[in-house]
């Protein structure tokens, strides 16, 4: 309910305004916080894709046979793709960082990403990068190519690899964008 007597000169609420912006650095964290962990949301996805690719292997490995996933005829992985797996424990640091606006976790999170998410795709796509190729260009050589389940492999691995850059990237940039963020929160911090 509003009054309608007479109101002070000067106060017509308007000199209060600048007292309720937020400050950009909080704007900046809230929201690349909450898209970060939607990138590690998708990390976790494409770990649940990249695990179930290893699973054969790994099996083999501990000398455990399950017939109806050795008759998928997976190839053997890589050790890109091992190195790749190693880029999931950072989530774990990311979401630490996010709770606590740590700028050292966060720091540590981006060159982990570029250590053993960005690094072992990119070595991905020049492996494959010959076999692609020629499928691409149908080459007279197209008996060179590895097929799974009658789909090139190659084709495959770069249809991950480009989700994987992307999320990375994103996630790279999310991070910064919070460092960034938090720096400035505390450089305003001592300006006080």
């Not at 981006?110 to 076999?131: H, N, Q, T």
Request: proline content about 5%.
């Amino acid at each position: 309910m509003s009054s309608k007597g007479p109101t002070i000169a000067g106060s017509d609420g308007s000199d209060f305004s600048h007292r309720q912006k937020v400050a950009d650095h909080y704007k900046i964290s809230v929201q690349n916080k909450s898209r970060l962990k939607y990138c590690i949301l998708f990390h976790y996805i494409l770990f649940f894709l990249m695990g179930a690719k290893l699973c054969p292997d790994v099996l083999d490995r501990l000398d455990i046979f399950v017939l109806e996933i050795e008759e998928l005829e997976i190839p053997k992985p890589l050790l890109w793709e091992y190195l790749w797996c190693l880029s999931l424990p950072a989530s774990f640091l990311a979401l630490r960082a996010i709770k606590h606006n740590c700028i050292k976790n966060i720091s540590f999170y981006i060159k982990w990403i570029i250590s053993f998410g960005v690094l072992p795709v990119v070595y991905g796509f020049f492996i494959y990068l010959p076999e692609v190729y020629t499928f691409i260009t149908k080459s007279p050589s197209t008996e060179s190519i590895q097929l799974w389940r009658n789909f090139p492999y190659g084709i495959l691995w770069y249809i991950f690899i480009a989700i994987a850059v992307q999320i990375h990237g994103f996630s790279i940039y999310f991070a910064l964008n919070l460092k960034n963020a938090w720096t400035a929160r505390g450089t305003a911090q001592k300006k006080k």
